[in-house]
């Protein structure tokens, strides 16, 4: 197969020669480079410490809000520009679960320079996994050791975060409850992994209950800020 | 759920839909089966190697077709059989009192007969013939049967072109038209138009089916349209392919006898295909940079204004749009022109302006390439040996010039840096129908009506 699974054209780059004839693994991406081009980074120095987002000074105006929860360090990979909303739209509300491969290298690199003790990928409710097939989430991580510490407290969502307005969205209750022992995250330094940051409020719930739970540091990772 | 939305329907779920008093008549297919390679799927028969569509809970799903609803192994596709519970036609519902010219009318009958005895038919009828026309005594002679009549075509605009012409000419039948972001929901109708698509919800529904178009993208590119089509209809139903250009494949299947095929090499109006100029013209894009015309373009051009002819011209690329705009204004500074692609929102209005003769040129990607009628043009291509003009884009392109019978010729010239197969091909495709409207003497019956 030659095409880009995003946007069906056949520009897939072949392996080189060299990649053919050096005998190492070739780490051929499923989308082409006109779509990976347009992914646009953001880099972790020029991001709010906060939230991840792109932000000139340290900490952006929606973080000095959150100051309640100051200990929290987001980090977001990229922008949630058009083609990283067609993309997530592609790998998770119509399910096109070959898509979760494209950035788990990005994400092995990025949580290795973290050195924590535990990566958390953020849960999803029994009925939407059921329906979905899988977790968007635990796809981006399939090639990395996780723990499943968390789950939701409802089986079914009732409403999803991306139907809420930004008022709704913070004024939503603690959706996570613990899913093993408090001694497990007893002093250890967590990351808890999602795949869209945007008002924190998700992500923020479940760093709390960790906090609490006796984990020594918790710091999250998104794959987008948006 | 009404018994109706499933009649002819198939339906993914992983439980039985209630449809009360019809429910022993529900039929249950697996909607993929898998082998110890494959999974294949059962709405668009397409096959994917299992490894690479496995999910997390050990099942699979098909990466084809999940723009409609994805397909997974543990579900089941539901329908009810066609019932054809439609209104009994006294008299004949056809309200159309147009003219078929001689060559026509023997398609028309030619098409009654396929209708009839259910079977599969390739109609090749040049650009610009009446097609539509071509087809009413048929769908007229099925729908007085009672019988369930689907038209579809790979193309959005074509649908929506068609759908008011078949209401006019059949008043008395309800119809639905079928796309993917249309306003309405589905309703339970004896005359469908829909894009191929929706074809995939479709199971043993029509006895009759009419896929327009099939060399356009995307139905020419996806194998799953194909097998929808066949799907769609009863194992019974009559399959009628419209075309201009056919396919490799589906002359192949001619020559195989595996299909019969009616052809109608001439326009109605007797005249000739126009036969493609071309013209070798090396480095374009660079000419164009300078914001220059290359030489040739420039007296073709010079020779179409002098003439007061109005004109399109194609370029392979939206990016190319801006450069020979600017080109274009340098050189023929009273030129009235605009661009437009297939994203450009005011793409309707200005297709409206250069119909209305607001208009004397219009720069276009292939997205004109069919379902539109300009009269008195001539057709430019530039870079006509690029990737993105395949055979059937460059006939249906040449095919735009000369349409009416009131200016049944036109100048279509492509400009092009080498020959090319696709190039080469469309020539000889059209070449071809010429030849053979001549050896059948449906040239020069001008008749002007």
């Known amino acids: ?226 | 759920m009404q018994a109706t939305q499933l009649f002819g329907r198939q339906l993914l779920a992983d439980t039985m839909p209630n449809v009360s008093e019809w429910q022993s008549k529900l039929l249950r297919r697996p909607a993929m089966t898998l082998t110890a390679q494959w999974a294949i799927c059962q709405r668009c028969g397409q096959r994917t190697v299992k490894q690479t569509v496995r999910l997390p809970r050990n099942n699979y799903y098909c990466p084809h077709c999940f723009q409609l609803g994805r397909v997974t192994s543990d579900q089941w596709l539901w329908s009810l059989p066609e019932p054809n519970q439609f209104a009994r036609q006294s008299g004949s519902p056809l309200s159309w009192t147009g003219q078929l010219t001689p060559a026509q009318t023997a398609c028309s009958q030619e098409i009654s007969e396929i209708f009839a005895a259910g079977k599969t038919h390739l109609l090749w009828a040049v650009t610009g013939v009446g097609k539509t026309e071509m087809l009413f005594t048929g769908i007229e002679q099925a729908l007085m049967k009672g019988l369930r009549v689907g038209i579809a075509s790979p193309r959005v605009d074509v649908c929506l072109e068609l759908a008011p012409r078949l209401q006019v000419a059949f008043v008395s039948i309800p119809q639905i038209v079928l796309y993917g972001e249309m306003p309405g929901s589905y309703d339970y109708r004896q005359l469908t138009i829909c894009t191929t698509h929706q074809l995939l919800r479709f199971y043993h529904a029509f006895d009759v089916l009419v896929i327009d178009e099939v060399d356009a993208f995307p139905f020419a590119a996806d194998p799953g349209l194909a097998y929808a089509a066949e799907q769609a209809k009863k194992p019974t139903g009559a399959l009628l392919y419209l075309t201009a250009t056919p396919s490799k494949e589906l002359q192949r299947q001619e020559r195989q006898q595996k299909i019969s095929v009616s052809y109608l090499p001439a326009r109605y109006h007797g005249y000739p295909l126009p036969e493609v100029r071309l013209k070798l013209t090396s480095k374009w894009r660079r000419s164009l940079r300078k914001k220059q015309l290359p030489g040739a373009v420039k007296r073709t051009l010079k020779q179409i204004v002098t003439n007061k002819k109005r004109f399109l011209i194609f370029v392979p690329h939206v990016k190319d749009l801006a450069i020979l705009e600017t080109s274009l204004i340098q050189s023929f500074s009273a030129l009235k022109l605009a661009t437009v692609h297939a994203s450009d929102p005011e793409r309707h209005a200005k297709v409206q302006r250069m119909r209305d003769g607001e208009l004397d040129c219009l720069v276009t990607t292939t997205i004109l390439e069919r379902g539109v009628t300009f009269a008195n043009i001539d057709v430019i291509v530039l870079g006509a040996d690029d990737g993105v003009f395949s055979t059937a884009a460059l006939v249906q392109i040449a095919g735009r010039a000369g349409r009416k019978a009131a200016y049944p010729t036109g100048l279509v010239q492509f400009f092009a840096e080498s020959q090319t197969r696709p190039i080469k091909e469309a020539r000889r495709q059209i070449r071809f129908v010429n030849r053979k409207a001549q050896r059948e003497g449906l040239l020069g019956v001008h008749d002007h009506d």
């Open chain 1, 1 to 226: 197969m030659t095409e880009c699974l995003l946007c069906h054209r056949d520009n897939l780059r072949q392996p080189t020669l060299w990649q053919l004839l050096n005998f190492r693994p070739v780490e051929n991406s499923p989308l082409c480079q006109t779509c990976l081009n347009g992914f646009k980074a953001i880099p972790a120095d020029q991001s709010c410490t906060g939230c991840g987002r792109l932000w000139p000074d340290r900490l952006c105006s929606d973080c000095v809000r959150w100051q309640g929860l100051a200990e929290f360090k987001n980090r977001a990979l990229y922008q949630y520009n058009d083609l990283l909303k067609q993309f997530m739209s592609q790998y998770k509300f119509y399910g096109d679960y070959r898509l979760r491969t494209v950035f788990q290298t990005q994400f092995c690199q990025v949580i290795k320079q973290f050195n924590v003790d535990l990566v958390i990928p953020i849960p999803i409710n029994q009925a939407t996994e059921r329906q979905r097939g899988f977790n968007q989430v635990a796809g981006f991580l399939e090639q990395l050791k996780t723990t499943d510490g968390l789950k939701t407290l409802a089986l079914d969502k009732l409403q999803p975060q991306s139907a809420k307005n930004r008022q709704q969205r913070l004024q939503t209750k603690q959706p996570f409850t613990l899913n093993l022992g408090r001694e497990k995250f007893n002093k250890k330094r967590v990351l808890i992994v999602d795949d869209i940051y945007t008002t924190g409020r998700t992500i923020r719930h479940a760093a709390k209950l960790l906090l609490d739970a006796g984990a020594s540091e918790v710091r999250g990772l998104t794959l987008a800020h948006g």
